[in-house]
């Protein structure tokens, strides 16, 4: 049962605009939720984290929305680069953070 | 400061073999973390551990063990190997401190195991 559901396995965006990936969740325990970038060959290195009682945070050019109502959160990157060109999964953990759930991924394709 | 190491990158075993993998987590952290991954299917939690104890576990078969030591050095082991155990084996490690806030985990490199 995949708690944590990535629906795009792919996207393809210009360089500079906007690329926007989506997440979205099942139990309503998860509180607090993680992006993770991966290149291959390479393990997943973190980007950015949100708890439930945000919902929104920001660092630098990466943003994470959360919309705990609709239980899905999104990544944004903008403006967007060809070495942001990736696999990027999101995580949600509850409240015990033992324990995180990943979607299956994204992979971003950044055009020049 | 280290991150998380894992070893060794890269091995080949043959079916039926058993296998170990070995994580050393990032200093002062006290939960590490294992994780399958495999084409099309993201991330898959084994098990984490915390002071030598397994507090969590994932839905994969008996013949996916692990271990952590004193030292918070984690070893987990793959016993009568099968083809479709070819992955990337994951291990993470975080402070857990007992409230997810904050509490990131960070990956290793990875372990690419191959079953011939």
């Known amino acids: 049962d995949q708690q944590v559901k990535q629906n795009s396995p792919s996207l393809s965006v210009q360089e500079g605009r906007i690329s926007i990936l989506n997440c979205d969740y099942t139990?309503?325990?998860?509180?607090?939720f993680l992006w993770y970038k991966k290149y291959p060959a390479e393990g997943p290195t973190f980007l950015i984290s949100?708890?439930?009682?945000?919902d929104k945070n920001e660092d630098g050019r990466f943003t994470v929305f959360l919309n705990k109502s609709a239980k899905h959160l999104s990544l944004h990157i903008v403006p967007s680069q060809p070495g942001d060109s990736a696999v990027y999964f999101c995580?949600?953990?509850?409240?015990?953070?033992?324990?995180?759930?990943f979607g299956t991924g994204t992979s971003l394709t950044v055009i020049p | 400061k280290a991150g998380v190491t894992q070893t060794p990158r890269y091995l080949i075993k043959t079916r039926g073999q058993q296998v170990t993998l070995s994580c050393s987590p990032i200093?002062?952290?006290?939960?590490v973390s294992w994780y399958q991954q495999t084409p099309g299917q993201g991330l898959q939690f084994l098990f984490e551990?915390?002071?030598?104890?397994?507090?969590n576990k994932g839905n994969f078969p008996g013949r996916f063990s692990g271990r952590q030591f004193s030292n918070s050095r984690s070893e987990m082991n793959v016993s009568t190997l099968e083809l479709g155990d070819s992955a990337l084996y994951l291990c993470?490690?975080?402070?857990?401190?007992?409230?997810?806030?904050?509490?990131?985990?960070?990956f290793g490199e990875g372990s690419w195991l191959t079953v011939v």
């Open positions: 139990n309503s325990m998860f509180d607090y």
């Open positions: 949100i708890s439930s009682i945000k």
């Open positions: 995580a949600a953990s509850a409240q015990d953070g033992n324990q995180f759930y």
């Open positions: 551990y915390f002071s030598e104890t397994q507090r």
């Open positions: 993470a490690s975080s402070l857990a401190t007992g409230s997810n806030s904050g509490n990131t985990i960070y």
């Open positions: 200093s002062g952290h006290r939960s």
